[in-house]
């Protein structure tokens, strides 16, 4: 079944117009997080860097509590809620988008009781909590919520000691395609769901740049694309900058790059710049649209 390109994306509260490409900003609610673990990890600090955010230009807030992290151990649900639950509390209050960043179907319906608009799972809904209720469960029995569904190879625990082996294009898009008809099935509406290819998350560099440069070959599933590229290690791997906050230009490349072979969404730690580089992308975009149609 092919299903046409939402021209908004629906979540809880709002409908996203994806007319023009959409900045999630990241909020890292813990101390071991990549390339910012520790910097946010109370609930004020992670407040004020979600405000700081917005300021910058964010559309969408990503709140998250677990780190997915190459090799990060697994972390308690009761652990994972008292990190995310104030901060989702407290932003549902101003207004914008929030995302619940988590695979544990407990801290999504706990999110999304609290006013959460979206659920963001790396697991793409494949796990089943203590209860015996599913992630897929909690997202179907929503009326609203927005979802991404993203694909990732194996665990974070052992995601890069085994990374996917051949064309990873194929199985990628296979994967999402069998994840979004699974919804379908469940009764959720395909405007509420967007897909992830998931950088970093078991594919080799060189992998990860054939995603890139085949995007479009997943846009023909027909659903928005959200694209994670910021500060990953295949941006260090390719720049040879070691350290993941040192990647800003890097990141702000691969975005914009994500961007101009159809992504949707970006999902950023560094705002501000990547916004700026919409900022020119998108002017240089409606001057050259303004000189087809004189």
């Known amino acids: 079944m092919h299903v046409p390109h939402a021209p908004a994306w629906r979540t809880r509260r709002f409908w ?19 390339s910012d673990g520790g910097v946010h990890a109370d609930t004020a600090s992670a407040l004020r860097h979600a405000e700081a955010l917005l300021r910058e230009g964010a559309d969408i807030l990503d709140i998250g509590g677990e780190s997915t992290r190459p ?12 990190r995310v639950a104030p901060v989702v509390r407290e932003a549902v209050r101003w207004g914008v988008p929030i995302s619940i960043d988590t695979s544990k179907p407990e801290v999504m319906a706990e999110c999304l009781a609290l006013g959460a608009d979206i659920v963001n799972d790396v697991w793409a809904l494949r796990r089943t909590g203590a209860d015996g209720r599913s992630a897929e469960d909690v997202v179907a029995q929503d009326p609203a919520c927005g979802v991404v569904l993203m694909h990732m190879h194996r665990q ?8 996917m082996q051949g064309d990873a294009v194929p199985q990628v898009r296979e994967f999402l395609a069998a994840r979004a008809q699974a919804l379908l099935a469940r009764g959720v509406a395909a405007e509420r769901i967007v897909l992830d290819y998931g950088i970093g998350f078991g594919k080799t560099v060189e992998q990860n740049l054939d ?3 085949r995007q479009r070959e997943l846009l023909a599933l027909g ?14 791997r390719l720049t040879g900058v070691a350290v993941a906050a040192e990647r800003l230009g890097a990141s702000v490349a691969a975005a914009m790059l994500a961007v101009q072979r159809g992504a949707r969404i970006v999902r950023v730690h560094d705002v501000a710049a990547t916004v700026q580089a919409l900022q020119v992308w998108m002017a240089l975009n409606e001057r050259e649209s303004d000189r087809e149609d004189a």
């Open 156 to 163: 974070p625990q052992d995601m890069q000691v085994q990374p």
């Open 16 to 34: 996203i117009d994806l007319a023009r490409p959409r900045v999630m900003g990241i909020v890292n609610v813990t101390p071991d997080s990549f």
């Open 223 to 236: 659903w928005p694309l959200l694209a994670g590229w910021s500060r990953k290690s295949t941006l260090g």
């Open 211 to 213: 995603l890139l440069a």
């Open 71 to 82: 090799g990060a151990p697994p972390v308690p649900l009761e652990e994972e809620l008292a």
